[in-house]
């Protein structure tokens, strides 16, 4: 369902490369999920897997129709990026196995090396055979609840985006230019142009529902609003021993991490 998109595309190309018999139902060719008629029915109910690949709003809506229409044995699983409505939702439905997944990259970067969190809504065979495939293709499968899911990527998608538009929306606010920018910029300066390049060339509503789909999102944009006024406040009181100390604080919030990303970074930078 919606293997046209980037993600069920993913999920379309990979399953068809291990073996498997696709079959895409897509709004962009005339598919309409939300009202199943006869045919879309009885491929539904061949089916051993079907994967919602579709915004939140249509997964919502099209959850009652697809589950009474599969095998009870066939397996449910969903790519969205925010997890506890649909879930929450799903359990409702005591209809066969449901997995819930969701890539933490842009799809066009492949599996390989990359984490993709599963959500575990009920348990089986196909589902764990899928996180098998899955962990075949060269991903790195991170079991969590749904309520983890939010929480983290609250904090891993949703501040990190908010934080690279919002050094964006400050550069357009300053007396600079891109050139004179490009001309002078230091490594750390490079890396956030880079990453501010990639999300203002992305599609803006995936951007969109990373921000206004996820309550975690919430909190974060807070967090990192309230820091800012924080270093600020600290700066412009002359507060040097305030800041040695937030530096002490975040070296110790890295642990034994540290190390590992004080070489990814000595790595990164040695190409910009």
């Known amino acids: 369902m919606g293997g046209t998109g980037a993600v069920g595309g993913l999920f379309a190309g990979r399953l068809r490369g291990s073996g498997a018999e696709v079959t895409i139902v897509d ?7 939300t009202k199943i008629d006869a045919a879309l029915a009885e491929e539904l109910g061949k089916a051993d897997l079907v994967v919602l690949a ?13 589950s009474h229409a599969m095998r009870p044995d066939a ?12 879930v929450t939702a799903a359990r409702e439905y ?7 997944v969701n890539p933490m990259f842009a799809p066009s970067l492949g599996f390989e090396g990359r984490p993709v969190a599963a959500v575990v809504v009920r348990d ?3 589902g764990r055979e899928l996180v098998r495939l ?4 060269g ?8 309520h983890e899911h939010d929480r983290l990527a609250g904090a891993s998608q949703a501040l990190t985006h ?7 929306l400050a550069l357009t606010e300053l007396d600079v230019g891109i050139e004179e920018l490009s001309a002078i910029a230091p490594p750390p300066h490079k890396t956030m142009l880079a990453l501010l390049a990639r999300v203002a060339s992305g599609t803006p509503e995936v951007y969109w529902d990373v921000q206004a789909g996820n309550p975690q999102a919430v909190p974060a944009r807070k967090a990192l609003a309230g820091n800012i006024h924080r270093l600020a406040e600290m700066v412009e009181t002359g507060n040097e021993a305030a800041f040695t100390t937030v530096l002490d604080s975040l070296r110790d919030f890295l642990g034994t991490d540290l190390v590992h990303y004080q070489d990814l970074c000595a790595e990164a930078f040695k190409t910009l």
């Open 27 to 33: 709004a962009s060719a005339g598919g309409d999920i």
């Open 54 to 66: 579709v915004p939140e709003p249509v997964a919502l809506k099209a959850l009652s129709g697809i």
């Open 75 to 86: 397996l449910l699983v969903d790519t969205l990026s925010v997890k506890e409505p649909f």
């Open 94 to 100: 005591d209809d066969g196995e449901m997995l819930s």
């Open 124 to 126: 089986g065979p196909r």
């Open 134 to 137: 899955i962990e075949s293709w």
């Open 139 to 146: 991903a790195r499968v991170v079991e969590v609840t749904e």
């Open 162 to 168: 908010a934080a690279v538009l919002s050094f964006g």
